[in-house]
């Protein structure tokens, strides 16, 4: 028959079940309205209802107590399991962020120590949403954000040269080795970044400005390896104040060399962005405190 097909079954209403299902839990139809802060008239015809829906009778109805028929048993244990899956469901779904994931780019240099404060302490917060972190060089995670591959991107960029949530500047320094210096040796040996790494040219156009030759004797993408290149003894580097460990230096101006402060952080995310990666921003800004230019 037509009225058996599965795309032609009626569905249950949740609100008939629980109607039902108060009902045998209170015994008569009186009590189980009030519990329901309904009529007993509007609760019965909640039961008639169902009672056509399904084809049978549910409910014996007798003087003083309502019992459920054998039918009626049968409903009540599927009505008692489709409630609690929508009370589970209800819970799941609660704070709108089940299932969702925040997908994050890095620099090497942040990954780790206060970003991480930041990011467990956000964890805490929204223990249902997971936190997908990428770390790169700052070209490869703007491209990755423009992409739409990253819902949240900090960069390294030449100052003002894309519009960003926020920026501020990149408070860089130039080390050296603390057993082995190397700021001394002609030509000035340079550890660097491969070709289109930021600070590699500021580095190259600050030795050429002191009238001194330079070589590149060491090239690394990783961040630890420029660390301990420098550290070894393999050359000087200009790298952020957060990666100087106690096995550098730092050159004052006593070296000649000059201050760099032609690199800014940007903090990138769009403007539709959901409300949790916004949430997000705001904790990674607040490491920087107030915005830079």
Not at 102 to 122: I, K, M, N, W, Y
Not at 260 to 284: F, G, S, Y
Request: charged share 25%; aromatic share 4%; with cysteine.
């Amino acid at each position: 028959m037509k009225g058996n097909a599965k795309g032609h079954r009626p569905l249950f209403d949740l609100d008939l079940l629980k109607a039902i299902v108060m009902v045998a839990d209170c015994g008569t139809f009186t009590a189980a309205a009030a519990r329901l802060h309904s009529t007993q008239s509007t609760v019965s015809q909640k039961v008639q209802r169902l009672e056509e829906m399904a084809g049978h009778k549910l409910l014996e109805r007798g003087s003083r107590e309502v019992r459920p028929t054998d039918a009626g048993e049968t409903l009540l244990g599927y009505a008692r399991r489709m409630l609690a899956l929508n009370d589970e469901m209800l819970e799941s779904l609660a704070g709108e962020t089940v299932g969702l994931t925040v997908r994050l780019g890095l620099p090497e240099d942040f990954v780790g120590g206060q970003t991480t404060h930041v990011l467990a302490e956000f964890n805490r917060k929204h223990p249902q949403i997971k936190l997908e972190v990428t770390s790169g060089f700052s070209r490869d995670l703007a491209s990755g954000y423009d992409r739409g591959d990253l819902d949240i991107a900090l960069v390294k960029q030449r100052r003002n040269s894309r519009e960003a949530v926020a920026s501020w500047p990149e408070q860089l320094r130039w080390i050296d080795s603390a057993k082995n210096p190397s700021i001394d040796l002609d030509p000035v040996p340079l550890v660097a970044f491969p070709p289109r790494g930021l600070y590699r040219d500021d580095m190259t156009n600050a030795i050429e400005g002191l009238g001194r030759r330079w070589r590149m004797s060491f090239i690394s993408s990783s961040l630890s390896g420029i660390q301990a290149a420098v550290a070894d003894g393999l050359g000087i580097s200009l790298l952020p104040l957060r990666a100087v460990t106690a096995e550098h230096t730092v050159l004052t101006r006593k070296s000649g060399l000059p201050p760099v402060e032609t690199v800014d952080i940007a903090l990138l995310h769009r403007p539709t962005a959901d409300k949790v990666v916004k949430e997000l921003a705001q904790a990674l800004s607040r490491m920087f405190g107030k915005p830079g230019r």
